[in-house]
């Protein structure tokens, strides 16, 4: 990925680089790939942490993911399925006021989620 959300222009021609112009990305776009970024990110914590709390006695609270956390497999394949859908809705979306809200907010969720899971680690 193009970093600071600038594409160079030749990315999709064959102009060389050095006289090829930069296009800026729309910002609702840059956040869009920032937030589903962050949110892989918070997925992979949610379930290491998850794993660890298990590990040491504990419970999902997820009744969604109750089945399958009994091994790291089958919960990563989910939570890659979710995560994979979220990021092509987003996708074919970016131009949503609605669907960048949506983001922040699962975002926000799975930091939740992430944050218990460490509090509950440091209270075992």
């Known amino acids: 990925m193009f970093s600071g959300g600038v594409v160079p222009a030749h990315a999709e021609m064959d102009v060389p680089a050095a006289v090829a112009p930069t296009v800026r990305l729309p910002w609702w776009r840059q956040q869009a790939l920032v937030l589903v970024a962050v949110l892989a990110a918070l997925n992979l914590a ?13 419970d999902e609270g997820n009744p969604v993911m109750r089945p399958f956390v009994d091994g ?20 074919r979306c970016l131009g949503s006021a609605r669907v960048l809200r949506g983001l922040v907010a699962v975002v926000a969720w799975y930091g939740f989620v992430v944050t218990w899971n460490l509090f509950v680690l440091a209270r075992s």
Not at 46 to 58: A, E, I
Not at 73 to 89: E, P, R, T
Request: proline share 0%; glycine share 10%.
């Open 72 to 91: 790291v497999w089958g919960a990563a394949a989910v939570k890659f399925a979710c995560l994979v859908l979220i990021a092509v809705l987003a996708r």
């Open 46 to 58: 949610d379930l290491l942490t998850t794993r660890l709390v298990l590990d040491r006695g504990g």
